[in-house]
């Protein structure tokens, strides 16, 4: 799953008549390096949420076809936050009784092999990173290969991880619900494995970062692909 359905607010005046997920990088839209690169990991099938200027998503990225996948689209009237967007999207999710699922945030530029988180686990796994300027007291630490919330070393969530279908199965249906209480709750329970992405990793959050991004794909070759 894709998550493409936040208003894009710190990025305006560039989101005012474009989904941030279509911002491109090197010319080519962040969410179009996402498939290719979630395609050429083996997935089948991609479930994308939208909801600011969703139709524009749809319209570029049609129904998978030409990237040699499956493209399912959970449309939001508004915003449900991570945990919400999922679960309304649930169902698709749910397709083959696949028990996990992939997930990535939009909005991340990286060379991050998907092939390391796609295969059908039932633990949760959470892939992190060095903390960016942005986020200097990270967000959870690693021990022995397990999460934990606290520890001298935190990194960064990278919007990148393999979650079990369970995980949201109570929620309520089309009620926006943020992520990280589920995260952390699961955390606190022990059994949460990940790692620490040491390759090339950045959010695009803001104009100037998505500016600074751009120059340096292009200046140092970075592929996204």
């Known amino acids: 799953m894709i998550l493409a359905a936040g208003l894009g607010k710190r990025m305006r005046p560039l989101t005012l008549t474009k989904p941030k997920p279509l911002l491109e990088v090197a010319g080519v839209p962040l969410i179009e390096y996402h498939i290719r690169r979630l395609v ?3 997935v089948k099938r991609i479930v994308i949420n939208h909801a600011w200027l969703g139709d524009q998503i749809e319209v ?27 679960r309304k999207a649930l169902d698709l999710l749910k ?17 991050y092999p998907f092939e390391k988180v796609a295969e059908d686990e039932s633990d949760p796994y959470l892939v992190l ?9 990270g967000d959870f630490a690693i021990e022995g ?18 979650l ?31 790692e620490v992405y040491n390759g090339f990793w950045a959010d695009i959050g803001t104009p100037q970062r998505l500016e600074e991004i ?12």
């Open 214 to 225: 751009n120059k340096l794909v292009m200046e140092k070759g970075i592929d996204g692909l």
């Open 60 to 86: 570029y990225l049609g129904r998978g076809e030409r990237f040699g996948v499956e493209i399912l689209y959970s449309r939001e009237g508004e915003p449900l936050e991570t945990a919400g967007g999922i």
């Open 40 to 42: 050429d990991a083996g």
């Open 129 to 137: 990173v060095k903390n960016p300027s942005h986020n200097p007291a």
């Open 145 to 162: 290969g397990l999460l934990v919330t606290e520890g001298n070393a935190r990194y960064t969530f990278s919007g990148i991880s393999r």
């Open 95 to 111: 397709r083959d009784g696949v028990g996990s699922f992939l997930l990535v945030n939009g909005d991340v530029f990286t060379d």
């Open 164 to 194: 079990p279908i369970k995980l949201f199965e109570e929620l309520e249906l089309d009620k926006a619900a943020p992520l990280a209480p589920l995260l952390r709750d699961a955390i606190s329970q022990g059994g949460v494995s990940g």
